[in-house]
């Protein structure tokens, strides 16, 4: 089946620091999401991307689709402590589901 | 629109209790979604609906129960409770077109936390 894999598992950066995250898949996507879990929260939708190159941003965070389509990235600019959750990409899997990767756990040191 | 909204917050069951998990919706989304998220993990599909009365099985659906009766509600009935249920289980809602324009955004609930013992 359909596979997600998402790197780092965690990662600690000072606040200022720049972060990434990379979601990537065995097959080609028709698009991929992108949400944020504060912790004891829920995750929270932040993004769509469908074309194939597609870069997006959102303030200090920028939002990349591959060009093959296999994978994405999530990077933020200068973190801050209002950063710190978990990122999840979220890939289609047929008309109606979607599979979770495992998630980025980031935490900002002040 | 208060949006997904479930119950209870929290709950403990012993081993071998049965119990409903409720989720509501107010957003008249066809769809609608249960996970659950064990400590540390990513989200796993339990079960899904695309609209009243048609479910279908997700990534993890053993032990597991769900209905749909109406587009407001999805309940997760769990049978037989067992210490590997011990989770947080999210319920969420999306739709094909949402205000947003955009396809399938999916909103969550804030979950229940459930520890089996």
């Known amino acids: 089946g359909q596979q997600v894999m998402q790197i780092p598992q965690y990662q600690h950066v000072q606040e200022g620091e720049d972060f990434t995250t990379y979601c990537n898949s065995s097959?080609?996507?028709?698009?991929i999401q992108w949400y944020k879990q504060r912790p004891g929260g829920h995750p929270v939708f932040l993004i769509q991307?469908?074309?194939?190159?597609e870069v997006k941003k959102q303030k200090r965070l920028t939002f990349q689709f591959g060009e093959a389509k296999k994978n994405s990235s999530l990077h933020i600019t200068a973190t801050q402590t209002t950063d710190v959750g978990t990122y999840f990409c979220?890939?289609?899997?047929?008309?109606?589901?979607?599979?979770f990767g495992t998630g980025t756990r980031l935490k900002v040191l002040a | 629109n208060a949006g997904v909204t479930q119950t209870p917050k929290f709950r403990i069951l012993k081993i071998g209790q049965s119990m409903t998990l409720q989720c509501t919706q107010d957003?008249?989304?066809?769809?609608m979604y249960w996970y659950r998220q064990d400590p540390g993990m990513g989200l796993k599909l339990i079960y899904y609906?695309?609209?009243?009365?048609?479910?279908d099985k997700g990534e993890v659906p053993n032990g597991y129960n769900v209905s749909r009766s109406t587009t407001e509600d999805f309940p997760l009935r769990l049978e037989l409770a067992a210490p590997s249920q011990t989770s947080v289980y999210f319920c969420a809602s999306s739709s094909p077109w949402t205000s947003g324009g955009i396809a399938y955004e999916q909103y969550f609930g804030p979950g229940t936390r459930l520890t089996v013992t």
């Open positions: 979220a890939l289609r899997s047929g008309t109606y589901k979607y599979i």
């Open positions: 097959t080609t996507l028709s698009n």
């Open positions: 991307l469908v074309k194939s190159g």
């Open positions: 609906s695309v609209g009243a009365g048609i479910t």
């Open positions: 957003m008249n989304h066809n769809y």
